[in-house]
């Protein structure tokens, strides 16, 4: 978190980002991401993006929800690719 002391002031404002993408719908689903990713965030907090573009910070069991439909689209037009899953 990162807070800044406005100018001529004491009164301090919050300048994290707004990581709000679309409609929610993280909350409904899982989403695929990196591994890579996956474990960086876990370990510095910082924020992914899935293959369908909303960005969070994951925090839950991805196994618990259905998949994206729109990241599974993606994924499997991926595959033939050569990316694999992750």
């Known amino acids: 978190?990162?807070?800044?002391?406005?100018p001529d002031s004491d009164t301090e404002r919050d300048v994290?980002?707004?990581l709000s993408h679309g409609?929610?719908?993280?909350?409904r689903f899982a989403h695929y991401v990196k591994k890579a990713k996956i474990?960086?965030?876990?370990?510095?907090?910082?924020?992914?993006?899935?293959?369908?573009g909303k960005v969070w910070v994951p925090n839950?069991?991805?196994k618990k929800?259905?998949?994206?439909?729109?990241?599974k689209e993606i994924y499997e037009?991926?595959?033939s690719?050569?990316?694999g899953k992750e």
């Open 39 to 52: 474990t960086e965030s876990a370990v510095t907090g910082t924020p992914v993006i899935a293959l369908c």
């Open 23 to 27: 409609d929610g719908d993280h909350e």
């Open 16 to 18: 994290r980002p707004d």
């Open 81 to 83: 690719g050569g990316e």
């Open 1 to 6: 978190m990162s807070t800044k002391i406005l």
């Open 65 to 71: 929800y259905p998949v994206c439909p729109e990241c």
């Open 77 to 79: 037009s991926m595959k």
């Open 60 to 62: 839950r069991d991805p």
